[in-house]
């Protein structure tokens, strides 16, 4: 599975961005989804994982009730929409597959990254 994340940027406090994560290669629908960050000088975390249908959500307590994680099996996509954004929200992102969801960072396959970066 070959990951690209999208949709990163410099954004004000209390703003929102969508992060967009596109897959290729060996069926989407048949992995579960997780987003973590890392933040410079930091270890990458957790933020959020989906299930292969979409019905199984789970989220970091930091960003419960901000983001959302859904998916696209159609369109081979996985979002993350992330709202009131918070300075320490300021991270790359990656998105990553698994064939078992998890809310550690034990995913086979992960993309390159995306930027985020919250000013106050």
């Known amino acids: 599975v070959q990951l690209v994340e999208s949709g990163g940027g410099l954004v004000q406090a209390g703003t929102s961005l969508r992060l967009s994560c596109a897959a290729s290669?060996?069926?989407?629908?048949?992995?579960?989804m997780g987003w973590f960050r890392q933040a410079p000088g930091k270890e990458r975390e957790f933020v959020a994982a989906i299930g292969w249908s979409g019905d199984s959500t789970y989220y970091a307590d930091s960003v419960k009730g901000r983001f959302t994680i859904s998916r696209d099996n159609t369109g081979n996509t996985v979002y993350l929409q992330m709202n009131s954004l918070k300075p320490e929200d300021t991270a790359v992102y990656f998105c990553?597959?698994?064939?078992?969801?998890?809310?550690?960072?034990?995913?086979?396959?992960w993309g390159q990254g995306t930027q985020v970066t919250v000013s106050s």
């Open positions: 290669g060996r069926s989407f629908g048949h992995f579960a």
């Open positions: 990553a597959a698994n064939q078992v969801l998890l809310t550690t960072s034990a995913y086979d396959y």
